[in-house]
């Protein structure tokens, strides 16, 4: 079965510094990579989707991940940090092998510090 | 209304009482899905419906019983639940099963005492 690594339940970083959290997935075939955010009290709402195309996919508010297909890993990451981005995030991976069946990581906390 | 609401927001209720929680979608779409997110656990499946016929039942028990009229519109009724059933209940839905992005709406934050 496929899996989601999120290194990190936990990150913080100041207002305008960098955001890196990191997603590792298990699968031996390309999958389609998803980013969700949760704000308190909310949903999950799209980041962004990898589908195979451009490696480097591009989301809404600055952020965007890299698919690295020999680390299987899909990092997110935003060059500066704005305290509107404390949120819980979500690395998801379509499981091929389960009719594409969503595996969702176990989440990782940014804190952004004024 | 648009996206994906649900209702309650909030509910509490006993391990005696029976209660339901509901989805509605607004996109047109034609899966639907429920999912359980409780503290420190990934998120898991529970159920999935694809033009209003369960296509997934993610080895929940019987206790949490889905229903889905139309494609717009999802169900989970719940009786005798147990305390560790308390939980963030999100619904959402798709263009198509899977493959497409699924669209979340806010969860019902349901106790269980």
């Known amino acids: 079965a496929q899996s989601v690594t999120q290194l990190g339940s936990h990150v913080s970083v100041s207002e305008g510094a960098l955001v890196l959290l990191r997603c590792n997935y298990s699968s031996s075939v390309p999958p389609y990579l998803f980013w969700y955010v949760q704000y308190p009290n909310q949903g999950l709402q799209l980041l962004l989707k990898?589908?195979?195309?451009?490696?480097l996919v591009k989301g809404i508010n600055g952020f965007e991940a890299e698919f690295k297909k020999s680390e299987t890993s899909f990092h997110l990451t935003k060059p500066s940090a704005h305290m509107s981005d404390a949120a819980e995030y979500f690395c998801a991976v379509s499981d091929v092998n389960a009719g594409n069946m969503l595996t969702f990581g176990g989440g990782t906390r940014l804190m952004v510090k004024p | 209304e648009t996206g994906v609401t649900q209702t309650p927001r909030h509910l509490v209720m006993g391990m005696t009482n029976k209660k339901s929680l509901k989805c509605e979608q607004h996109l047109g779409h034609n899966a639907m899905y429920w999912y359980k997110q409780s503290a420190k656990k990934p998120l898991e499946l529970m159920f999935v419906?694809?033009?209003?016929?369960?296509?997934e039942n993610n080895s929940v028990p019987s206790r949490f019983s889905p229903e889905c009229p139309n494609s717009s519109h999802l169900f989970l009724h719940l009786h005798t639940l147990q305390p560790e059933d308390s939980a963030l209940y999100l619904c959402?839905?798709?263009?198509?099963?899977?493959?497409?992005?699924?669209?979340f709406g806010p969860g019902t934050r349901l106790t269980v005492l």
């Open positions: 419906y694809n033009f209003k016929e369960q296509t």
């Open positions: 990898y589908t195979s195309a451009a490696t």
């Open positions: 959402a839905s798709s263009q198509e099963i899977f493959t497409d992005t699924q669209y």
